[in-house]
C-alpha cells in the first residue's frame, strides 16, 4: 500500500469489481469448455465413430463454427483480464520470483506455474484453436494424422498438461477467493482439485495414446 | 535543530496517553503524542484481563455500586490511596466504559440463563438475569466484593488500545512513534515541551508545548525479572525526576505477580490457582499448605509471591539456565478444563515455553508487575512542582492505588484517568498561554547533545551498559523485591550507589549510529539508576508493611508514623534522592481499617 | 545435548553510509524453553550491542517483533528455537521500509492504512453517558472480537504476493479491518461508502488469493474466509450499483 502523498479524489466507479467478475466468469466458462472439450475428444476412446457422430453434430448445429471462435474470444479477453495481475516488468518480475523463493508456500508457486502456464496456452491455445478451426469439420481421423506427424505430438503432450494445470488451479482459485470454500475445506478441496487435475491429465494421455493407435486411411 | 509546536505533548500512546490526546483533539487543540513504538504495540494491550466498572449487570455483580468499588479499592490500597481520586474514579469507571462501547468495543455480553464457573477448584452454577441480556457483562478477578471486570474474551486490553487509537486518528491527533523523550525542557517554574530522539534515524528534535503529559506506563523493567513489556523502562519517570522538582510518589509501591514464566516472564493468569492448580517445589512437592494452612495456593497474590520466594531461597527452587523456579501444576484440572476455561494458559506454554500444561509441569516463579509509583500529580492531573506538565496512567501517582493495585483497576486507570486528567488538561489549555524561554531551550538541547557526544566517544570511560543495567536489575530482585528488610535494603542502597557511579562511566560498544538501541539504553542508564535509588531508599526508610510493601523486620502496618505518601526528588549532583512525605489524602471517606486479605497487624 | 545455534542475520544500517547489507553468523549455545527473544537478547547484550530489533510486549500480544525466520514472516517472540534447525536464517520483513537490520517502520505503514479504510466507528449518534449502554447480542460481539484479534505485526502483508509487487495494495490485514466494521452495527457507513475503501483493485478485487496472509497469520485469523466474504459483498455491490440499488 502505497502512502497517499497528494490529496486527491477517487473516481467512483466499480470498474475493478467488473472486472474482476469478468475475469472469474470467462475462467469460470473456460473451465467448464475445457472440462467438456476433453470428455468430447476422449470420446474417441470409444471409436472413431463415437467422436466423429459428436463432432459432426457440433458442426451440423454450427455450434463449432460459432461457438468456436467465441470461445477464443472468452480465451483472449480472460487473458487481458488476468495479464493485469501478472507482472510484466523485470523488476515486479524479479520481486515475485524472490518472493516466491523466500516463502516456500505452496499457494504462492501455484500462482507463478498459474501465470507461466498461461503463457504458453496464449501461444500453444491459440495455434491449436487456428490449426482446427480453419480445418473444418473435425474427425478423428484428421485429429489422428496430425498426431501421427510427430510435431503435434510433441506439443500437445506440452499443451496438455498446461492446460490442466491452469484450468485446476484456476477452479482452486476462484473458489477460494470467491469463498466458495472456507478454511474448514480448504485442504479437503484442493486434495478434490489435484485428483481431478491427474484425471484428466490421465484422459488425455490415453487420447493421444488412442490417437496414435488410429489406423489413418492414406489419402 | 527540527523543533515541532503543539498544544498538547503526550509523552506516550497508551491507553491514558491517547485518551488524554482524544479530548484534547476533539476540543480543537493541536496534539501530538510521542510514542516508541507504534501506538498499538503499547503495553496496554497486554492487560488481557479486564477492567473494572460497577455497573451491576451480570448475576454475580448485582447490587454493585460506585461506593463498593471504591471500598473496595481503598481496602485494596491499604488505606495509601487519595481518597478523593478513589472516589472519581469508582463514579467515572462506568461511564467511561460506556463510553469505549460507544466507540467500537466489544465488551461481552450479558447471555441470559445457567452457566457454570469455578471457584477454589469447585464448580459453581449462576443465572443471568433475561432482562439485562445483551448488557456489558463482568467477570471475577480477584480483590473485589463484586464480579465487575468488563472484559472482551482474552484481550481487553488490546481492544481497548485499538480503539482508543482508532478514534485517536479519528480525532485527528498526530503520533509520532519510534520517538523517545530524553528530556523535559523547563525554567524551573513551566514546563515547554520536551526534547526528544528518533529512535529511526537517532536524530534529535524538540517539541514545544502548551502541555506536557507524562504518560509512560511503569518502570517494570529496571527490575531482572518483570512481566511488563520490553519498553517499560520508566522512561516518562526519569524525565519527571530529572527536572529537580518533580516528585516521584510512593517509588518503593511496586506489585509482584506470583506466576510469570520462566524465562520470559510472561504471566499465567491467577485463575490456573483458583481453579485448583498448585505448586510444586524441587522434588515436585506442594509447600504452599506449609506456610498458609487454610488458603494454601489460594492466598492472595502478594502473599503467594512472598511464600515462593522464600520457598526458593530455602533451596527447594527448581536449577534452570534462567536461574531458580518452581513448578505450577495444572494437569490434574484436565484436558477438558484446560483447553476450555485455560485455553489462554494452554496458548502461552505452548507457544513461550513448549510446554503442554496438560501432561507437563509449568516452570513459574513471582515477577515485578505493576508500579503504583510514579509522577506525583494533583486530582487533576497536574504534576507537582512544574506548570503546563501533568501525568496520567500507570506513569503517574495519582493516587488511587496506593500501596496495591486491584486487578483490573490498572486498565480503568488508564480510561477513567485519561477522561479526567483530558477534560481539565482541556480546561487548562483554554485559559493558558505559555512563553517559550529560548535560552532554556537551546540550554537543554546542548546537555542532551554533549550527553550523547560523551556516550557515543566513550568521553567517560568504556563502561558496558548492559551490564551496568543487569547489575542494578539483579539489586532491585534480589533485595527490593517481595520480601524486604533493613539490613538487604541498606545494602541495596550501597551497592546501587556504586553502580549509579559506574554508569556515570558507560561508554557505546558500537558506533551509536542511527535507531542504535545501545544508544538509547545508554541515554536513559543514569536515570534507571536514579529512579532505581528512589525505589530502594524509599523502601528502605518506610519502616512498616503495607500493602505490597512487606517489610520483615516491620510486619505491621503503622498508621501512626507511615500513613504518608513518600515523595521522592533528586536534586543535580546528589548521591541519594531527597524524600520528603505528605498525607495520603485530604479527604478520608473510608477510616483505615482492617483489609480483609487474611492475618495483618495494624498500628494505628 | 545442547545444541549449538548459528544465526544468519542480515545487517544493514541505512543511516549508517559506511554500511552495507550483509549476513552477519553468530553462534548460541540453545538453553531450554529459548525463544527467539531470548536468544537475540543475548546476542546483542554478549555479542553485538548494535544488533537492531524490535520486540516490546514479547508475548505474542503487540506484532512488534514480525521478522522472516527461515523464509516465513512469524514473530520472533513466539518462536521457540526448539523448533528450528541448527541453521537459523532472520531477515527483516519486506513491503516495509527498514530502520535497521531487523527492525522495519510498522507504525508509519499502518498509520496511513488506518487513515485509508477510517479504521473507526462512523456514526451520526452523540454518546450521552448518563444513560446504559446500547445492548449487543454476546455472539455478536464475539464475532466482532475475533476480527479484532489482528495485531497488526505485518505478517500477511509481507507474505503477500500482491502487496511485494504493487505499493498500492491495502493488504489482507485492511480488508479485515473494513470486514469487522462491516460487521459491526455501530457503524453506519453504507455499502457504497465501504465499496468506495475497498471495492478497488488497491482492495479486495486486487487480492490475488494465493493465502500466503491465512498461512502466516500468527493470529490465525480466519482472512480466507474474510476476503472471500468481502469479495462477494463487494461484488454484489457493485452488480447493484450497475442497476441503481445499492444503499
Keep these: ?219 | 535543530m527540527e523543533t515541532i509546536y503543539t498544544d498538547l505533548l503526550s509523552i506516550g500512546a497508551g491507553l491514558a496517553g491517547e485518551r488524554v490526546a482524544v479530548e484534547a483533539a476533539v476540543a480543537g487543540f493541536d496534539t501530538i503524542c510521542l510514542s516508541i513504538v507504534p501506538p498499538r504495540r503499547s503495553h496496554s494491550s497486554a492487560a488481557q484481563g479486564g477492567m473494572q466498572a460497577s455497573l451491576g449487570n451480570c448475576a454475580m455483580g448485582q447490587g454493585d455500586n460506585p461506593d463498593v468499588h471504591f471500598q473496595d479499592t481503598v481496602k485494596g490500597s491499604d488505606w495509601g490511596c487519595d481518597q478523593e481520586v478513589a472516589r472519581m474514579f469508582a463514579e467515572t469507571a462506568p461511564i467511561a466504559v460506556r463510553e469505549m462501547a460507544f466507540w467500537g468495543i466489544p465488551w461481552n455480553r450479558v447471555v441470559p440463563g445457567k452457566s457454570t464457573y469455578y471457584k477454589g477448584g469447585k464448580q459453581f452454577e449462576k443465572v443471568e438475569a433475561k432482562e439485562k441480556e445483551g448488557l456489558i457483562t463482568a467477570r471475577d478477578f480477584g480483590g473485589t466484593a463484586k464480579w465487575r471486570t468488563c472484559y472482551t474474551s482474552d484481550g481487553t486490553g488490546h481492544t481497548l488500545l485499538y480503539t482508543m487509537d482508532n478514534k485517536a486518528v479519528e480525532a485527528g491527533v498526530r503520533v509520532h512513534d519510534r520517538m523517545e523523550a530524553i528530556s523535559l525542557i523547563h525554567d524551573g517554574e513551566t514546563c515547554m515541551g520536551a526534547v526528544a530522539r528518533c529512535m529511526k534515524t537517532g536524530k534529535l528534535r524538540v517539541y514545544l508545548a502548551k502541555a506536557t503529559l507524562i504518560a509512560t506506563g511503569g518502570y517494570g523493567r529496571i527490575y531482572r525479572e518483570t512481566t511488563n513489556a520490553v519498553i517499560n523502562d520508566g522512561s516518562g519517570a526519569i524525565i519527571a525526576l530529572d527536572t529537580g522538582i518533580v516528585p516521584i510518589g510512593n517509588p518503593e509501591a511496586i506489585q509482584f505477580h506470583p506466576t510469570g514464566i520462566v524465562p520470559t516472564h510472561i504471566l499465567v493468569t491467577e485463575g490456573c490457582r483458583g481453579d485448583g492448580g498448585t505448586l510444586l517445589d524441587v522434588d515436585e512437592k506442594r509447600f504452599m499448605h506449609e506456610y498458609e494452612p487454610t488458603k494454601a495456593e489460594l492466598a492472595s497474590r502478594d502473599v503467594v509471591s512472598r511464600w515462593m520466594t522464600h520457598h526458593i531461597r530455602q533451596g527447594k527452587g527448581v536449577p534452570s539456565p534462567y536461574g531458580n523456579h518452581l513448578w505450577l501444576d495444572i494437569r490434574h484440572l484436565g484436558a477438558d478444563h484446560i483447553k476450555t476455561k485455560l485455553r489462554e494458559v494452554e496458548e502461552i506454554c505452548n507457544n513461550f515455553l513448549g510446554v503442554d500444561p496438560i501432561t507437563q509441569l509449568i516452570p513459574v516463579r513471582p515477577a515485578q508487575h505493576y508500579t503504583m509509583a510514579g509522577v506525583r500529580t494533583n486530582k487533576d492531573g497536574a504534576a507537582y512542582g512544574l506548570k503546563g506538565l501533568f501525568s496520567a496512567g500507570e506513569a503517574a501517582c495519582w493516587d488511587m492505588h496506593g500501596f496495591n493495585r486491584l486487578g483490573g483497576n490498572s486498565l480503568a486507570e488508564t480510561i477513567v484517568a485519561g477522561r479526567i486528567v483530558g477534560i481539565k488538561l482541556v480546561e487548562f489549555l483554554k485559559g493558558y498561554e505559555v512563553k517559550f524561554n529560548t535560552q532554556a531551550i537551546k540550554d537543554r538541547v546542548a546537555i542532551d547533545k554533549e550527553r550523547i557526544e560523551r556516550l557515543v566517544g566513550c568521553k567517560d570511560g568504556r563502561e558496558n551498559v548492559y551490564a551496568v543495567r543487569n547489575a542494578m536489575q539483579d539489586q532491585l530482585m534480589d533485595k527490593v523485591g517481595i520480601f524486604r528488610n533493613g539490613k538487604d535494603l541498606q545494602s541495596a542502597v550501597d551497592n546501587l550507589q556504586v553502580i549509579y557511579e559506574r554508569s556515570k562511566k558507560v561508554g557505546l560498544h558500537s558506533n551509536g549510529i542511527g535507531a542504535s538501541p545501545e544508544l538509547s539504553l545508554a541515554i536513559k542508564i543514569q536515570g534507571m539508576l536514579r529512579l532505581a535509588l528512589c525505589v530502594a531508599h524509599g523502601a528502605c526508610v518506610r519502616t512498616e508493611s503495607r500493602g505490597c510493601h512487606a517489610r520483615e523486620d516491620f510486619p505491621e502496618r503503622n498508621d501512626g508514623d507511615w500513613l504518608k505518601r513518600t515523595l521522592a526528588t533528586w536534586k543535580e549532583g546528589d548521591v541519594l534522592p531527597t524524600l520528603n512525605y505528605e498525607p495520603v489524602t485530604k479527604v478520608i471517606e473510608l477510616p483505615p481499617g482492617d483489609r480483609g486479605y487474611g492475618s495483618t497487624k495494624i498500628i494505628s | 545435548m545442547t545444541r549449538r545455534l548459528t544465526f544468519n542475520i542480515f545487517r544493514y544500517n541505512p543511516q549508517d553510509p559506511e554500511s552495507v547489507p550483509h549476513t552477519d553468523n553468530f553462534v548460541l549455545e540453545e538453553a531450554e524453553r529459548m525463544t527467539l527473544y531470548i536468544a537475540l537478547t543475548k546476542i546483542r547484550e554478549e555479542q553485538d550491542h548494535s544488533l537492531t530489533f524490535d520486540f516490546c510486549c514479547r508475548a505474542g500480544i503487540c506484532g512488534a517483533c514480525a521478522m522472516v525466520i527461515n523464509g516465513r514472516p512469524g514473530l520472533a517472540c513466539k518462536t521457540l528455537t526448539k523448533d528450528l534447525p541448527d541453521e537459523i536464517t532472520l531477515m527483516p520483513l519486506p513491503v516495509f521500509k527498514l530502520v535497521g537490520d531487523l527492525s522495519v517502520d510498522t507504525g508509519t505503514w499502518f498509520s496511513a492504512m488506518n487513515e485509508k479504510v477510517e479504521s473507526w466507528v462512523h456514526t451520526n449518534k452523540k454518546m450521552d453517558p448518563t444513560v446504559q449502554e446500547e445492548r449487543m447480542n454476546n455472539a455478536l460481539a464475539e464475532e466482532i472480537y475475533e476480527l479484532e484479534r489482528c495485531v497488526e505485526c505485518g505478517c500477511c502483508v509481507a507474505a503477500c504476493g500482491t502487496a511485494n509487487m504493487r505499493q498500492d495494495f491495502l493488504g489482507a490485514v485492511a480488508l479485515n479491518r473494513i470486514a469487522r466494521f462491516i460487521m459491526d452495527p455501530r457503524d453506519e457507513r453504507t455499502e457504497k461508502e465501504y465499496f468506495e475503501v475497498v471495492g478497488t483493485d488497491e482492495g479486495i478485487f486486487g487480492c490475488m488469493g494465493l493465502l500466503a496472509c491465512e498461512d502466516v497469520c500468527p493470529k490465525q485469523l480466519p482472512l480466507q474466509d474474510q476476503l472471500g466474504i468481502l469479495r462477494r459483498q463487494m461484488g454484489w455491490t457493485a452488480v447493484k450499483q450497475l442497476f441503481h440499488i445499492a444503499k
Design chain 1, 1 to 219: 500500500m502505497a502512502i497517499d502523498t497528494t490529496i486527491y479524489v477517487r473516481p467512483q466507479s466499480g470498474i475493478s469489481a467488473y472486472l474482476d467478475w469478468l475475469q472469474m466468469l470467462t475462467g469460470a466458462g473456460l473451465i467448464l469448455f475445457m472440462w467438456s472439450h476433453m470428455i468430447l475428444v476422449a470420446s474417441v476412446n470409444f471409436g472413431v465413430d463415437a467422436m466423429n457422430t459428436i463432432a459432426k453434430f457440433f458442426e451440423d448445429s454450427y455450434m463449432a463454427q460459432v461457438g468456436g471462435p467465441m470461445i477464443g474470444l472468452t480465451f483472449l479477453l480472460h487473458f487481458a483480464l488476468a495479464a493485469r495481475k501478472v507482472p510484466f516488468r523485470t523488476e515486479q518480475q524479479s520481486t515475485m520470483w524472490k518472493h516466491g523463493k523466500m516463502l516456500h508456500h505452496k499457494d504462492t508457486w501455484l500462482w507463478v506455474v498459474q501465470a507461466v502456464t498461461a503463457m504458453i496456452i496464449l501461444i500453444m491455445g491459440a495455434i491449436h484453436m487456428w490449426t482446427v478451426l480453419t480445418d473444418l469439420p473435425i474427425t478423428a481421423q484428421k485429429s489422428a494424422a496430425r498426431i501421427q506427424g510427430g510435431f503435434w505430438l510433441v506439443f500437445y503432450l506440452i499443451l496438455l498438461p498446461m492446460v490442466e494445470l491452469h484450468v485446476g488451479i484456476g477452479f482452486y482459485r476462484i473458489a477460494v477467493k470467491w469463498g466458495f470454500i472456507k478454511r474448514k475445506t480448504r485442504q479437503g478441496f484442493k486434495g478434490f482439485e489435484n485428483i481431478l487435475t491427474l484425471i484428466f491429465i490421465a484422459i488425455g494421455l490415453i487420447t493421444i495414446v488412442r490417437f496414435i493407435l488410429i489406423q489413418v486411411i492414406q489419402v
